[in-house]
């Protein structure tokens, strides 16, 4: 089945907003929009604004994509004020189209940082520097009611020199504290509640599966190689991580870090470290390498031949275009990932949460028995504070009748 991505016709060259956009460049894609730089043709020519611009393709109103993209709006801009959250600035609807205006960042992202630059490499005090805005940018998301369900290093875009970060795509976020959907995200960041087949459960606590996240990040920045390929008992790596406290040694990663890694890590859901907390552990990090120098060839030069036979499918870590194949950690040496695609299930069946209490938000409820989710009948709230040119689901459906305009 074509991904929605490419229906999509090249907008370089071409004017949006009544001709005060100019789309120069493509920048970026995934599966469902494309992001343009983009040229503010009301800004002086000694002053020039640029922005990013994500192009998607409008759902079927009466579809459940539909719901998704507005509920994406809805979550990006109610966190947009963060200043370690990319900023959306409007949305732009065109024909069959929506225009997602926002900050321009041309440095790339973390995934890039840690796996192209390597930035990170060794060197604790930036690791912490921009681990912590992390922390701040979910955490602010967490007391607005956000949770994003697809933190990784490429939805974090970073400064050239990896100290500044900035969290974006909230296209899988939910105001519902407890979600009902299972495989959402991409599977090497999943909780294990999330992947779910071994949870008898019908919902997990979204905030705590965005901790887990992080913690897969952290050691990512850390060890340049991911820790499992899905957080399942099936798999070897992750059995090995819940049988062995001492597994993560193995990968170059200080004691105190382990540490760390496994109060994140943790298995129950109930028992994972808050942000609040895990922010004033990584303050106290005296290294997160096991070595000021590890030996490059604990990195980057392990090849087959050098591991045990039982050991198979090593190769050493590159990036790839589809962003699927962060090579994942083994005694050693690396094994690549088979999957990194994100996976989406039916829009969810809890209510809405949109109320910005900050109390008590870091207290979670029980788990409910099982029972079986159902299509919620029910639009997306209109969009709150400043005009952002978007109105209501019920009202795009009224005004794409009447006007009826195609690409």
């Not at 995200?185 to 705590?208: D, K, W």
Request: one cysteine or more; a negative charge; hydrophobic letters at 40%.
């Amino acid at each position: 089945m074509p991904i929605p991505s490419t229906f999509l016709p090249d907008f370089t060259a071409n004017f949006i907003d009544n001709g005060k956009l100019l789309l120069t460049q493509r920048i970026g894609g995934g599966a469902y929009g494309v992001v343009y730089r983009a040229v503010d043709t009301t800004s002086p020519p000694n002053n020039l604004k640029e922005y990013a611009v994500k192009c998607m393709l409008k759902a079927d109103p009466e579809c459940p994509r539909a719901l998704a993209q507005h509920r994406e709006i809805m979550m990006h801009k109610r966190v947009s004020c963060h200043k370690n959250v990319i900023a959306l600035h409007r949305v732009i609807e065109d024909g069959r189209y929506f225009f997602f205006v926002m900050d321009l960042c041309l440095t790339g992202d973390l995934f890039e940082a840690i796996m192209g630059r390597k930035v990170y490499e060794n060197n604790t005090n930036l690791v912490k520097q921009a681990f912590i805005q992390i922390i701040d940018a979910v955490e602010a998301c967490h007391r607005k009611s956000v949770f994003h369900r697809d933190l990784k290093p490429d939805n974090i875009l970073v400064s050239s020199d990896g100290s500044q970060v900035w969290l974006t795509d909230f296209g899988l976020s939910t105001t519902a504290t407890m979600s009902s959907e299972f495989c959402i995200g991409t599977p090497n960041y999943m909780s294990p509640e999330c992947v779910g087949n071994e949870h008898s459960r019908n919902a997990y606590l979204s905030r705590r599966n965005d901790v887990w996240s992080l913690g897969v990040i952290l050691f990512i920045m850390i060890t340049r190689r991911n820790p499992w390929e899905l957080a399942r008992f099936d798999n070897a790596l992750f059995r090995q991580f819940l049988y062995d406290d001492d597994f993560f040694l193995r990968g170059s990663i200080s004691m105190e870090a382990n540490k760390l890694l496994r109060r994140i890590l943790a298995y129950d859901p109930l028992q994972r470290i808050s942000l609040a907390k895990m922010r004033d552990e990584i303050k106290k990090i005296g290294s997160f390498f096991a070595g000021e120098h590890p030996a490059e060839a604990d990195i980057t030069s392990i090849t087959p031949s050098s591991l045990p036979s039982s050991v198979a499918s090593l190769a050493p870590v590159h990036r790839v275009s589809s962003r699927s194949d962060i090579d994942v950690f083994v005694i050693g040496s690396m094994s690549k990932a088979s999957s990194g695609s994100r996976y989406s299930t039916t829009p969810p069946s809890s209510i809405f949460c949109l109320g910005d209490s900050d109390s008590d938000w870091e207290s979670e409820g029980p788990i409910t028995p099982e029972t079986h989710p159902a299509q919620p009948a029910i639009d997306v709230p209109d969009l709150d504070g400043k005009d952002i040119g978007l109105t209501s689901l019920r009202d795009l459906r009224e005004s794409l009748r009447e006007l009826n305009l195609v690409a």
